[in-house]
Every structure is written in structure tokens, then in C-alpha cells.
């Protein structure tokens, strides 16, 4: 199984402030991850596929680069509306497919 | 546009079972993969399983293997979910997921990235 870790757990952040997020594998998965979006009481909403395509609808200020075992997810500029958990999943390798704990963006 | 509406939260005893449902709009179920996707505070999400088009069967995470069944009723457009010997730790939301590729196909994708969620069915396990 493929173990996805995400770092950190939590940051708090200023709107407008730029934020990286790290998904590290625990063998290589290629570019087959993707990163989700979750508020509070919603599902998860896809944000990119194949580490670096951005899904249907995702602002431009969202990121993501990264292949192998590394991965990164930048929000530009930080808005009030992506104050959020993310997570990162890898499909390069199943069953199982797997997600990362995920990491939560509060504000500072 | 893809559409999962899945049926309504339940509340259940500790050794029964519990099936969830999960409607499809804006496509045929025989057009989609659909996989399922549960959520616990304790262990964040978790892959359940989803049919293996390659092997024609279908894969669970261990945990999972022997105790939950997945099927489809293509006449409805609804995928179910079922899970038996309910505990505590079967508490969850689960949620009903497409699954792509990253050619853009939806059909007969095993391993792939989830761009459409049901809104999730709370199951409660209590005594």
C-alpha cells in the first residue's frame, strides 16, 4: 500500500498571503495524484488531476507541481473562500487507492 | 454534468448492516465508474473499493474485504453500498465517487482521480 503523507497538518495564514502544501508518496506513483478541496460540512471537490491539470472551474491563483514521490499544492494569494482541508491522492497503484491526512488552512 | 445523490442518513445497531444508495443523473451508470469513499475524523478518507475492469471484479481496501458489497442496478442508474457486522468505528460518511482517467474517460476506469461526489450518507452506529 502507498502510503501518502502531508505536511504540515495545519497552517494559519493571512488572506492574500501565499501557502504551500506538500504530499509526499511512499514510492513513486509517477504524476497520478490528485488534490481535493473540503469545507466544512461539503464533500470533497477535486481540484487538480495528473499532479498538475487543473480541474473544470479552479481558479488560476491554485497550483500544483510535483512527480515521483513529491508534490506541491501553492495557493497564490489566499481568499477567504479557500480557507479548507486538502488532501492529496495517489492512483498510480491499487487496490488500495490512497489519501493523504490532509492539511488544514485556517486563518491566522 | 454528473449528478450522485445519495440516499439519507441512517442509524444503526452494532452488528447490522447498512445499504446506501446512490442515483445517477446526467449520465447512464453503464457510462461511469463509480467507487466509494469513507470519511472518519479519526482516519481522515478512506478508499473502500470499486470494480476492477481489467480482473472483472471487484477490489476492496483490506479492511473492508468480506464485509461490504457493492452492486448496480443499471434500469435505476443506482449504485449501492452495502456493509454487514456494523461497530463504532464504521461511524462515517460515506459518499459515492466517479471515477476518471486522465484521458477524460469515465468508463471502465478502475484507478483513477474522483471529479464527482455524492453529498454523503451519515451512518451513526449506536446501541
Known amino acids: 500500500e502507498i502510503v501518502m503523507t502531508q505536511s504540515p497538518a495545519t497552517v494559519s495564514v493571512s488572506a492574500g498571503e501565499k501557502v504551500i502544501l506538500s504530499c509526499r508518496a511512499s514510492q513513486p506513483v509517477s504524476g497520478n495524484l490528485a488534490w481535493y478541496q473540503q469545507k466544512p460540512g461539503q464533500a470533497p471537490r477535486l481540484l487538480f488531476y495528473a499532479a498538475s491539470t487543473r480541474a473544470a472551474g479552479v481558479p488560476d491563483r491554485f497550483s500544483s507541481s510535483g512527480s515521483g514521490t513529491e508534490f506541491t499544492l501553492t495557493i497564490s494569494s489566499l481568499q477567504s473562500e479557500d480557507f479548507a482541508v486538502y488532501y492529496c491522492q495517489q492512483y498510480n497503484n491499487w487496490p488500495p487507492l490512497t489519501f493523504g491526512g490532509g492539511t488544514k488552512v485556517g486563518i491566522k | 454534468q454528473v449528478q450522485l445523490v445519495q440516499s439519507g442518513a441512517e442509524v444503526k445497531k452494532p452488528g447490522a448492516s447498512v445499504k446506501v444508495a446512490c442515483k445517477v443523473s446526467g449520465y447512464t451508470l453503464t457510462e461511469l465508474s463509480i467507487q466509494w469513499v469513507r470519511q472518519t475524523p479519526e482516519k481522515g478518507l478512506e478508499w473502500m473499493g470499486g470494480?476492477?475492469?481489467?480482473?472483472?471484479?471487484?477490489v476492496f481496501a483490506q479492511k473492508f474485504r468480506g464485509r461490504v458489497t457493492m452492486t448496480e442496478d443499471t434500469s435505476a442508474d443506482t449504485a449501492y453500498m452495502e456493509m454487514s457486522s456494523l461497530s463504532s468505528e464504521d461511524a462515517a460518511v460515506y459518499y459515492c465517487v466517479t471515477v476518471r482517467a486522465d484521458s477524460g474517460n469515465y468508463k471502465n476506469v478502475g484507478n483513477g482521480y474522483f471529479d464527482n461526489w455524492g453529498q454523503g450518507t451519515l451512518v451513526t452506529v449506536s446501541s
Open positions: 470494480f476492477d475492469f481489467h480482473d472483472k471484479k471487484t
